[in-house]
């Protein structure tokens, strides 16, 4: 499985740069009542580079990611992956940018309770428009690499462990080959032994497949897997203000 396999709309094949963020503001609540203000300096990521996150509760990770993906839109600034500008997109580009080109493991995991393992890949590989030839191969192959059971594929989601609707997630996040992966805080309901042989897999699939990895926890030994250690303090200021940021920069 790599990389090459995925067919884009938008070209991001030679681009260096990962991830590009310039005088990025985020603004929680509405134009009378601002809630917490995050504002990201100017942050590059390399491509294939894979990058441990980490920050106090509450100052910005989740934010960040979700910036990331598309799920949330900046008031102010630029967010570039891979040489395309999100803001540039469309809703529809962005939701086909996302899934051609972005596997997330969110705290949740967002994997559809009632439908097998199977039919939650599938969906993932459906949405992309992958035209993936060897998808059941594939599955396999993440089956075994995950140390998950044969017979799982055919086992609603609601039925697993948490450990193993992770290790699902991380299957449905990497189905489509995709550039970037975003994880946040997906060890937390692990004990050590599945925490370890999971960052080991994760680490592993990353390396090979070349696949730039933003990783966000608040678990502090989960560093040691990781060659770039940044604090979210590094680039990211929080502030709460009842008053209107952006108003107020516009004056300047
Ligand atoms: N939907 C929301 N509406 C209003 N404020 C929000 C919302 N989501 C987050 N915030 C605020 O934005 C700030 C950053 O939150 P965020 O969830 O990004 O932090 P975090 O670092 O991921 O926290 P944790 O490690 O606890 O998950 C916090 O002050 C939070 O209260």
């Not at 993932?124 to 059971?149: G, R, T």
């Not at 990783?215 to 897997?225: C, T």
């Not at 060659?227 to 940021?245: I, R």
Request: glycine share 4%; net charge neutral; proline share 3%.
């Amino acid at each position: 499985m790599s990389a090459k396999e995925n067919k884009h709309n938008l070209d991001t094949s030679d681009c260096q740069t990962a991830i590009e963020l310039n005088d990025l503001v985020h603004v929680y609540g509405n134009p009378t009542n601002k809630g917490a203000q995050l504002r990201f300096d100017n942050w590059k990521v390399q491509s294939g580079q894979q990058v441990f996150l980490y920050g106090d509760s509450g100052s910005g990770k989740s934010t960040l990611l979700n910036l990331l993906s598309g799920i949330l839109a900046p008031q102010q600034g630029s967010i570039k992956l891979f040489g395309n500008e999100l803001s540039d997109l469309s809703n529809s580009q962005r939701d086909r940018f996302r899934a051609e080109n972005i596997g997330v493991v969110f705290q949740q995991f967002n994997l559809i309770p009632y439908l097998s393992v199977a039919k939650n890949i599938e969906l993932a590989v459906y949405l992309a428009k992958s035209s993936k030839q060897d998808l059941q191969a594939s599955i396999k192959q993440f089956v075994s690499a995950l140390n998950l059971p044969s017979n799982i594929l055919n086992k609603p989601v609601s039925s697993l462990s948490i450990g193993q609707q992770q290790r699902v997630a991380i299957m449905r996040a990497f189905i489509n080959s995709p550039k970037l992966l975003l994880i946040d805080e997906s060890t937390s309901a692990l004990d050590n032994t599945a925490k370890q042989a999971f960052m080991s897999v994760l680490m592993e699939i990353c390396q090979a497949n070349k696949t730039t990895m933003i990783f966000v926890s608040h678990d502090l030994e989960l560093k040691r897997y990781f060659s770039l250690h940044t604090p979210l303090s590094s680039f990211c200021q929080l502030s709460h203000q009842s008053e209107n940021y952006l108003d107020k920069e516009e004056a300047n």
